[in-house]
């Protein structure tokens, strides 16, 4: 038998709002490298990778690389975490249906 009545949607609301927050995380990781390239052309800094500017900007051989390393790590976290939430959404959907069904 499923958990009481009350109990259900909590979860259920609980995994929507992780859901949300993950799909967020998604969305800023997308638009980082846009960020940074703005910053580059309007003559900043593309938030410390060019300390110095676009015009002399020398960085090191594994700056770039670091960066996509970590944008995709996070990347990659977040959807498997959309995958989880969606999955537990669905289960606890399913088991509360059958408890209504059984009432």
Excluded: N, W
């Amino acid at each position: 038998m499923a958990a009481p009545r009350g109990t259900l949607p909590c979860v259920v609301v609980v995994l929507r709002i992780v859901l949300g927050v993950l799909l967020a995380v998604v969305a800023a990781v997308l638009v980082v490298p846009l960020l940074i390239v703005f910053d580059l052309v309007s003559g900043g800094t593309a938030f410390g990778l060019c300390p110095t500017g676009l015009r002399v900007c020398q960085p090191g051989y594994f700056t770039g690389i670091e960066l996509l390393g970590v944008l995709l790590i996070v990347l990659f976290v977040a959807i498997a975490g959309i995958g989880l939430c969606v999955r537990g959404i669905r289960h606890f959907e399913k088991q509360a249906d059958e408890y209504q069904q059984v009432q």
